[in-house]
């Protein structure tokens, strides 16, 4: 057995050519894909029509000053904003393709925001030629249009709850350029508490001050819970965010996760295909099953070595990514190689079984390689994508072939994305041990 | 029809010639293969297929394509199991060289001795190999990768591995298709001389004038079936043939086969 895995290994140094194809290749495509995942799509643009006059765009609502302007850096993170002449500059970029969507603010929009009484109305456009791209504008559009009158309504909110302040603690106001003082219910009522003291119990007047020293004192405190309420009716709900299911680390680290299981695939697929196939291409397999080797034993050993190289390149890989590209917690190591080592080994099963199949070389290569690749993107397929029973068919395809349980457990490894560690290692134990159990019995058949 | 053939096998000029050549009559057979049956789903490749070899005897199995010959081969090489009947020797008592050159390409000539000489755990090796390289006259391109030399070398090494264990039976499956006449010449020299050293062998072939001339014995099987067990002169004269030259002979075979149906 010993000399059959050198013998294989001093193959393998013989064609420098196939191995650095065998490995350069995974590496390029897993690079690829992750940089492709982490980038996000091409930008849409947005067309943005400003009607209100420049020297307008700072406005009073309420009391305090808004800048018009003001949500449009937000916006303009996620969208590429091109500013329109007039309302039909827009309306036209959106027919003629060059923007997804138009936001066209009216004129009167800051008259109407600082009277408070009429609600202004904003339009906006949307080109549907590519579903995605709308989606993602509209909502884009919908958040920063929901954050905008949260920001307004608040705004309202603290001018009211300041004026109300007043009225209950006294204070100063500007009206038209002139500061007016503002007495104040807590005054009002601490002076009449004060004359109220100077008067004999039973004076008409005594009697009458009593009733206005109670309402002060009421309104005093009910004051000071409509403040309260006027909060909360600001933000009528209030949202707390859970993800559930699905990706649960960053786009970019969970492309990580991708472009390593890529790779460890690629490599160690083809290679335990390869190194199987070959012993039939050269007609040898027939003079190890002779007694020389069992089937098992050379399943086992071919499996081995392509877990072995397919482990230790994306170990090198992982290793250069940290040092050259991401910064990965370093402190995680220790999990990379359980499971590193696992998804190699069920790759490898994986390989020689589809090796089994295979009378040479370039025919277990096609075929590990049409096989793994459409498993790999249903397996990066989101649930939201597909319809309910479509979802479980991917599912079952997932839970069959080795990429999901290797991507699921990378991610763990690599990111410390939550969830169990144990789980996917266990699945992938199984596939092993199916898939040599498939490819020893698929020998059978063959001499 | 088993049955019939292990008679002839018994009364067999041919099992007398090789066994006064090596100086004991009646010796015990150097392989013994008894109502040897394999099935392919439906088809029946092998059926019931018996005979004896004693040893340094030389024996040609001939017959017509798909006639069961490399199966028959590869079963008494323990390559695949038979559906019945039984094999006196183990798979490592028996060399095997099949039909293509089943050594690794990318590896030197020596090198895919060694490997095979570690694998069958011979005992020492590095002497083996070293014998076997002189034994084929491979010495010179010992350091060679085998991928790179003639067909008729690579020829010589395949049948190198299958003797490095030094077998007391030799199986070979057309080893002489890929030859030219020269390298013929010289591989069947090879073959005598093992079989004059007491090593019996069992090669197919397609060449009847090559089983005329280098074979004690000749097995004709068609459509899975033994339909003759003797010498090449008592092939010609069970189908009335003067055996007066090649060509006769060969004529004489396809008329054979022609009155057995096939
Ligand atoms: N692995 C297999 N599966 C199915 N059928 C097979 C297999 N191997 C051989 N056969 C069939 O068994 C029969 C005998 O084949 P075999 O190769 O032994 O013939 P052969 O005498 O060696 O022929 P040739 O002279 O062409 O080499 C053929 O009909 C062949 O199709
Ligand atoms: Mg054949």
């Known amino acids: ?447 | 029809m088993a049955d019939a053939a292990h008679d002839a096998t018994a009364s067999s000029p041919g099992t007398d010639a090789a066994a006064s050549r090596s100086g004991t009559r009646k010796a015990k057979p150097a392989l013994r293969v008894e109502g040897l049956v394999k099935r392919y789903g439906e088809r029946v490749a092998v059926r019931g297929v018996s005979f004896e070899a004693a040893p340094g005897e030389l024996v040609a199995l001939i017959g017509p394509n798909g006639a069961g010959k490399t199966t028959m081969l590869s079963i008494l090489a323990g390559i695949q199991p038979p559906d019945a009947g039984s094999v006196s020797r183990q798979p490592r008592e028996i060399g095997w060289v099949p039909q293509q050159p089943a050594v690794y390409s990318k590896l030197s000539v020596a090198e895919n001795l060694r490997l095979f000489a570690r694998l069958e755990k011979v005992p020492d090796a590095d002497a083996t190999v070293a014998q076997m390289l002189a034994q084929t006259g491979l010495e010179e391109r010992a350091g060679d990768e085998v991928g790179r030399l003639s067909g008729g070398n690579q020829q010589r090494v395949n049948i190198a591995v299958g003797l490095l264990a030094a077998p007391p039976v030799l199986l070979l499956d057309e080893p002489s298709s890929s030859l030219d006449p020269r390298q013929r010449e010289r591989l069947w020299q090879f073959i005598s001389a093992l079989a004059a050293g007491g090593t019996t062998v069992v090669y197919s072939t397609h060449n009847v004038q090559e089983a005329e001339r280098y074979a004690d014995r000749v097995l004709v099987l068609a459509d899975g079936e033994l339909l003759f067990s003797g010498s090449p002169a008592a092939l010609a004269a069970a189908v009335g043939g003067d055996a007066a030259g090649p060509q006769d002979f060969e004529s004489a075979f396809v008329r054979f086969l022609h009155e057995h149906g096939h």
Request: hydrophobic residues 50%; aromatic residues 6%.
């Open chain 1, 1 to 447: 057995m010993r000399w059959l895995l050198l013998k294989d290994l001093q193959i393998l140094r013989r064609s420098p050519l196939l191995v650095a194809l065998l490995v350069i290749y995974p590496v390029v495509l897993a690079l690829l894909i992750g940089s492709a995942l982490s980038s996000s799509p091409g930008q849409p643009t947005l067309a943005i029509y400003n009607g209100v006059p420049k020297q307008d765009r700072t406005f009073d609502v309420a009391g305090s000053s808004v800048n018009a302007d003001e949500f449009l850096p937000e916006l303009s993170r996620a969208v590429d904003v091109i500013d329109a002449d007039s309302r039909e500059d827009a309306l036209r970029m959106v027919r003629d393709g060059e923007a997804m969507a138009a936001v066209i603010l009216p004129p009167d929009i800051a008259d109407r925001l600082a009277s408070g009484r009429s609600q202004p109305t904003v339009e906006v456009a949307y080109n549907t030629e590519d579903p995605v791209k709308q989606q993602a504008i509209e909502s884009q559009l919908k958040a920063r249009l929901s954050d905008a009158n949260r920001a307004l309504s608040r705004k309202y909110e603290e001018t009211t709850v300041r004026y109300i302040e007043m009225l209950r603690d006294g204070g100063s106001i500007s009206i038209l350029g002139n500061d007016v003082s503002i007495l104040g219910l807590k005054t009002s009522q601490r002076l009449i508490e004060g004359v109220m003291a100077t008067l004999p119990r039973d004076s008409p007047s005594y009697t009458a001050l009593a009733q206005v020293d109670r309402f002060a004192r009421l309104a005093i405190q009910n004051l000071g819970l409509s403040t309260e309420v006027l909060r909360s009716v600001g933000e009528p709900i209030a949202v707390r965010q859970t993800l559930i299911g699905g990706r649960r680390t960053p786009l970019d680290r969970y492309a990580i996760a991708v472009a390593l299981t890529v790779s460890l695939m690629f490599l160690t697929v083809l290679l335990a295909s390869g190194l199987l196939a070959l012993e039939r291409e050269e007609h040898a397999f027939s003079r190890l099953v002779r007694g020389l080797v069992s089937r098992l034993g050379l399943l086992v050993a071919k499996s081995g070595l392509a877990a072995l190289c397919g482990a230790v390149v994306t170990l090198l890989l992982l290793t250069a990514l940290d040092l050259f590209w991401v910064d990965l917690d370093a402190g995680r190591a220790p999990w990379w190689l359980p499971a590193l080592a696992l998804g190699a080994l069920a790759f490898a099963a994986l390989g020689v079984a589809i090796g089994t199949l295979a009378r040479e070389v370039r025919s277990a290569s096609l075929l590990a390689f049409t096989l793994s690749l459409p498993v790999a993107f249903l397996a990066l397929v989101p649930s939201s994508a597909v319809s309910g029973w479509a979802y479980d068919v991917i599912r079952v395809v997932c839970a069959i072939f080795p990429f999901k349980a290797t991507l699921t457990a990378l991610d763990v490894a690599v990111n410390d994305a939550p969830g169990s560690f144990a789980t996917p290692l266990l699945h992938l134990a199984a596939l092993a041990v199916g898939y040599v159990v498939v490819a020893r019995l698929a020998l059978r058949r063959f001499a």
